[in-house]
């Protein structure tokens, strides 16, 4: 499975499923949003997530599984067997990784640089150097089960693991005939950092890696497919939200209908984005009522700013998803969902704009929700980027 075919499954409702196996992670980026180091404790029993993911059946199942952290791959045998479950059922699952396990040993042992710095280094020895680095057993059982592995790399990931050390890796993994790609991340078009590492995957994999090309933001890597809509001058003005597509398993093993990292901390979970828990739930109760609610269906057509100020009790206040959070508790909101979003009528009215969502493709979904200038990347074979130094995406 490529990943413009994933990304362009992302503004369907319940195509696809974010389950975050563990918050440990043994990298310490700078900017980790889930708060993931090794000493972490917190994740989701692997019995519940095993049962939850048995319960996907052939007729009702998630399109994709994403497995993400902390660092998924510090469960590598849970991760096989739940990727062998899903694709029982017919699902596919991708896996993101921080990379922790192609250090290499001088790497390991403090000699790593930073950012464009080691760019050169990375050009020239990776495919010389490609044999090397070995990739644990058990690691690369797990990795040969996934259908897309994609790996994380942004100025904070190189100063853990060099890029040569995750380009090598990366050969590696597609020699096994695994479908790859690169999750990228910068502070925006204009960013050096962007244009270095983009040019560096494209000479490296002769533009037969594509990437998926984010702006910094505050939240976790669950929510690096997609990023709420920001809200303009007319709060009544329609401004959907794409991250209450997708469910997400929280560390805790409740479900979230939304994937924005501080939501899925929080407790207790608003009642609107409250999908379940994998003790108790299976998938077709999840997905049931991430589909059929109307105040879900609301905020993925016209957002919850809109709902709050058009049918809400008035009290919302505060930024987009504080307005969002609110609305559990606001019966007049939820009565004018009911109203406009019940029912067939609704059901409609959600499917039209998934539909309107995906209709220019993977590369329509980055330049919404991504990095626009970059978007073409997330298709393999996109344009070459230009031989000139600092590429010009203003
Ligand atoms: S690899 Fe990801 S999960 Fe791990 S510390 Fe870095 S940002 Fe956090
Ligand atoms: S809190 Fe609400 S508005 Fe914010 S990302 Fe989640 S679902 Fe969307």
């Known amino acids: 499975m490529e990943l413009a075919e994933l990304v362009a499954r992302r503004p369907f409702p319940a195509a696809g499923l974010l389950l975050g196996l563990t918050r440990r992670c043994p990298l310490s980026c700078a900017h980790c949003s889930t708060g993931s180091d090794l000493f972490t404790r917190e994740e989701p029993d692997g019995a519940q997530l095993e049962r939850f993911v048995g319960s996907f059946s052939t007729e009702n199942r998630p399109d994709v599984v994403m497995l993400t952290g902390g660092e998924p791959l510090l469960l590598p045998v849970l991760t096989e067997r739940l990727s062998t479950l899903a694709r029982r059922a017919g699902s596919r699952t991708a896996l993101l990784s921080g990379m922790f396990f192609a250090r290499s040993r001088s790497t390991r042992s403090g000699s790593a640089q930073s950012g464009s710095a080691q760019s050169g280094s990375a050009r020239s020895g990776t495919r010389r150097g490609r044999r090397g680095g070995a990739i644990p057993p058990a690691i690369l059982r797990a990795i040969r089960s996934v259908d897309h592995f994609s790996a994380s790399l942004d ?112 407790r207790p979970v608003p009642a609107h984005l409250d999908l379940g828990h994998i003790g108790v739930d299976d998938w077709a109760t999840v997905r049931g009522r991430a589909l059929e609610s109307p105040v879900l269906r609301m905020l993925r057509t016209v957002g919850p700013t809109h709902l709050a100020a058009r049918y809400g009790s008035g009290a919302g206040t505060g930024s987009y998803c504080e307005g969002c959070r609110a609305l559990g508790d606001d019966e007049a909101a939820a009565a004018g969902a009911l109203a406009v979003a019940g029912g067939a009528a609704g059901a409609l009215l959600d499917l039209t704009a998934a539909v309107r969502g995906s209709r220019e493709g993977a590369q329509g979904v980055v330049r919404r929700h991504g990095c626009a200038a970059y978007a073409p990347l997330v298709v393999t074979g996109g344009p070459p980027l230009p031989e000139t130094e600092g590429r010009d995406v203003r």
């Open 155 to 266: 100025a904070h990931h190189e100063r853990e693991v060099p890029r040569a050390d995750v380009f090598r890796a990366l050969h590696r993994i597609r020699d096994e005939g695994v479908a790859v790609s690169f999750h990228l991340t910068g502070t925006g078009a204009s960013d050096p950092y962007l244009a270095d590492i983009t040019r560096a995957v494209e000479r490296e994999f002769d533009g037969r890696v594509p990437c998926l090309v984010n702006e910094v933001r505050p939240f976790g890597r669950a929510a690096s497919w997609a990023r709420p809509a920001r809200t303009g001058p007319d709060p009544a003005a329609a401004s959907p939200c794409s991250m209450a597509a997708w469910p997400v398993v929280a560390f805790d093993g409740r479900v979230l209908a939304c994937c924005n990292q501080d939501t899925v901390d929080r």
